[in-house]
């Protein structure tokens, strides 16, 4: 394999792994501080059990988080050079910004919130799980407005002298179009993956107290965790479609071959299908033998501009285009198969979610809980379903722009675009590649392993029986030893 292919190959890797972790800290980290407001507001004992639980999990995920994203700075700078040198005066300034802006806000008052319980005021302790969560989020809008100017390339003049792209309009980079459709519709996938694992935890432990004959505790406890997860996961579940169907609208307009492909649409049609099952060899990439043998009839010409018999363009006729624009002897087509399906599989597993909504709905309705193993079962293998969804949203993303790392504008900006090919190091050896890729594997692998054994070992041991007011508001905290010990919230 060329230096290429692997080098494509170790940040496919890395970057689905890292995501693996990131909308879950996006959307917990508002949960978390949720629950810690219920409390302040309330001062029932409860949610500040559920704060201490879902706030070890939350701590968990966002250590491994940091621990697999700086792999990627690396990457830019090594396999990817040619790629940061090109873009580097634009794609560096928002995650610049991300880093200045919203990392160390995130970073610090994260800190602030694990040792302060017993040291801060209630009201600055809570303030800091808020700040936590407001800059998580806004570290997440620098880092898709990097990436959406990758998908749709603005504010940017070409420089010929250097063979450089040159950001002219920040404003038009962080309110770039692509950014606006895509930054609503991540953090709400964020809030269903939260939302569904909050609920799936709290409905596992409920059957389980029940059946164990403690309902009491499990009302008490557990199902005002299921009930907040639910309510968090029907309104993140209609914000994702209403979210989708923008975007999906936006991106037929910017990357008409990334959705003609996500359709295996090969020729041009009048009133298309929606494909739900698609046989023949979609790996050639050259349509034949392609054949929808199950499909909605008008439905993507409806979705992609609010008309069932709107005409949309097929990859043979697109790839005539792109070849015509940008050069022949380049197969401008995405690969049909993992666009295809990882499309069809982000919307799919979107179905574990709503599997859970609909049965916690009915057993929790009018204050009940519920023994049903069934249910406890459901609430556990739903939890990684919305994981699922979003990694193949982002694969579908990226590989959907392929063989583009900066695909044109076919509506602004000019001669802004970078094909993969030439984006990679020209010095970075296929050996090298290899031997850093299985170096990371590896090191992933490991922490995979502590992060799955961590958040198990916490889950099964659910909330605490008891917790007391730690903050030094409570008088029962007051101390008149001036050297004690700092300690570690959890």
């Known amino acids: 394999m060329e ?3 692997l080098a494509r190959w170790q940040f496919g890797i890395t970057t689905v792994y890292h995501f693996i972790f990131v909308p879950l800290t996006i959307g917990l980290s508002p949960l978390v ?21 879902f706030g070890k999990l939350l701590l968990i995920n966002f250590a491994i988080g940091i621990a697999t994203g700086i792999v990627q700075e690396f990457q830019f700078g090594m396999n990817w050079s040619e790629y940061s040198r090109y873009v580097g005066d634009v794609f560096g300034a928002p995650l610049a910004m991300e880093a200045l802006a919203a ?25 800091c799980i808020w700040a936590v969560a407001i800059a998580t989020n806004l570290s997440a809008y620098f880092i898709l407005a990097a990436n959406s100017w990758m998908q749709h390339p603005v504010g940017t003049t070409f420089n010929t002298a250097t063979g450089r792209a040159e950001m002219t309009d920040i404003g038009a980079v962080l309110t770039n179009p692509t950014v606006l459709a895509a930054f609503p519709h991540t953090i709400t996938a964020s809030f269903l993956v939260a939302g569904t694992l909050v609920a799936g935890i ?46 999906a609208k936006l991106m037929f307009k910017q990357q008409p071959m990334k959705m003609a492909a996500a359709e295996a649409l090969c020729e041009s049609t ?26 909605i009839p008008g439905l993507t010409s409806f979705l992609a501009t609010n008309d069932f018999d709107a005409p949309i363009e097929g990859v043979q006729d697109l790839q005539a285009q792109y070849e015509e624009k940008y050069g022949a002897d380049i197969d401008y087509k995405p690969n049909l198969a993992v666009t295809y399906w990882s499309f069809r599989l982000m919307i799919g597993l979107g179905i574990g979610s709503a599997a859970l909504a609909l049965a916690a709905l009915w057993l929790t309705r009018k204050g009940r809980v519920s023994d049903n193993v069934w249910f406890g079962r459901i609430a556990i293998w739903a939890i ?28 602004g900006v000019d001669d802004i675009w970078l094909l993969t090919a030439r984006g990679v190091s020209e010095t970075v ?39 007391h007011d730690p903050s030094p508001d409570n008088p029962a905290n007051q101390s008149s030893d001036p050297d004690r010990p700092l300690s570690f919230a959890y």
């Open 384 to 411: 990684p379903t919305p994981f699922l969804a979003s990694s193949f949203g982002w694969i579908f993303t990226e590989m959907g722009r392929q063989p583009w790392v900066v695909a044109p504008n076919p509506t």
């Open 429 to 467: 050896s296929p050996v090298e590649v290899v031997i850093s890729m299985a170096a990371f594997t590896l090191l992933y692998g490991v922490l995979a392993v502590f992060w799955y054994r961590l958040m198990h070992r916490y889950t099964i041991e659910g909330v605490a029986d008891s917790e």
């Open 270 to 295: 009048d009133g298309a299908s929606f494909s739900i099952l698609a046989i023949g060899d979609l790996n050639s990439n050259d349509c034949d033998g392609v054949r929808h043998l199950i499909s």
């Open 202 to 247: 709290g409905a596992w432990w409920m059957v389980k107290l029940v059946r164990a004959g403690n309902a009491e505790k499990a009302r008490s406890i557990y199902r005002p965790a299921v009930v907040l997860g639910l309510i968090t996961m029907l309104v993140a579940g209609v914000g994702v479609a209403v979210t989708g169907d923008s975007q």
């Open 103 to 127: 990392f160390f806000v995130e970073s610090t008052f994260l800190g602030l919130w694990i040792f302060g319980w017993d040291k801060l005021p209630k009201k600055i302790h809570l303030a």
């Open 33 to 53: 501080a949720i629950m810690q407001t219920i409390w302040y507001r309330t001062q029932d004992e409860r949610w500040l059990k559920l704060t201490k639980f």
């Open 3 to 5: 230096a290429l292919d």
